[in-house]
């Protein structure tokens, strides 16, 4: 089983999280919407604010991953998603995909007020 942290007030992440919930997984899927619910990162040494900042998953090893990383773990319970986790895995196409990524969310991030009232939170 494993463990996905994401931001329930942001719309965008919200839809891609919803389409994910309405699929079925190989294995059982905790969501934690983290931004109505920080209290669900307690004892995972993750702050709200860089759960807001990067997606956070625990993979069934017990694992934090982060970034891509989270996205790879998320895309490979799903049947027809493994392609696109092993895709993104390759060397290159996956550090690509980090900055893409990471400047993606420092963006949204700070476009989101409650994402900056985490920061005064910290």
Request: net charge positive; proline share 4%; charged share 20%.
């Amino acid at each position: 089983m494993i463990s996905v942290y994401y931001d329930g007030k942001c719309g965008l992440c919200s839809k891609e999280i919803n389409f994910f919930k309405r699929r079925t997984p190989k294995h059982p899927i905790l969501w934690h919407d983290i931004a109505n619910d920080p209290a669900q990162l307690d004892g995972t040494g993750v702050s709200q604010a860089e759960a807001l900042m990067f997606m956070h998953v625990r993979d069934a090893e017990g694992v934090m991953r982060t970034e891509v990383d989270a996205f790879i773990a998320l895309w490979r319970q799903f049947s027809g998603w493994s392609l696109l986790s092993s895709f993104v895995s390759i060397p290159g196409i996956y550090q690509l995909a980090g900055v893409l990524y990471r400047m993606f969310a420092k963006v949204r991030f700070n476009r989101y007020p409650h994402c900056q009232a985490s920061l005064e939170k910290a």
